[in-house]
């Protein structure tokens, strides 16, 4: 028989809490303002962050990286999926 302990932690951290999340595309017109949304269709910047936005050497694609407040595992699991779900992210940290 197996013996019953604690329930595995599906993620460390302690919630609510900082977490930037980093969204990566080509360098297009409204690529930060969509990015900026879908985040923040499911959560609030943490207080006092900005939106930080880093271009490539050769200019070709952006990186946007919004701070926010987390407030669950879910949540961010619901943000990771929009933003992959959108064809202009390529890549979504």
């Known amino acids: 028989m197996a013996s019953k302990g604690p ?24 690529f930060e ?10 959560a609030d910047m ?11 050497s050769s200019g070709n694609f952006i990186s946007v990286t919004v701070t926010i407040e987390a407030q669950s595992k879910a949540q961010l699991d619901c943000i990771y999926q929009h933003l992959t779900d959108c064809g202009k992210v ?4």
């Not at 303002?33 to 499911?42: E, R, S």
């Not at 390529?90 to 940290?93: E, K, R």
């Open 7 to 30: 329930p595995e932690q599906e993620t460390l951290l302690e919630f609510p809490c900082k977490f930037p999340i980093k969204a990566m595309g080509r360098s297009e017109a409204g």
């Open 33 to 42: 303002a969509l990015v900026t949304n879908i985040i923040l269709d499911h």
């Open 46 to 56: 943490f207080v006092g962050e900005r939106v930080s936005l880093n271009p490539s």
């Open 90 to 93: 390529l890549v979504a940290l």
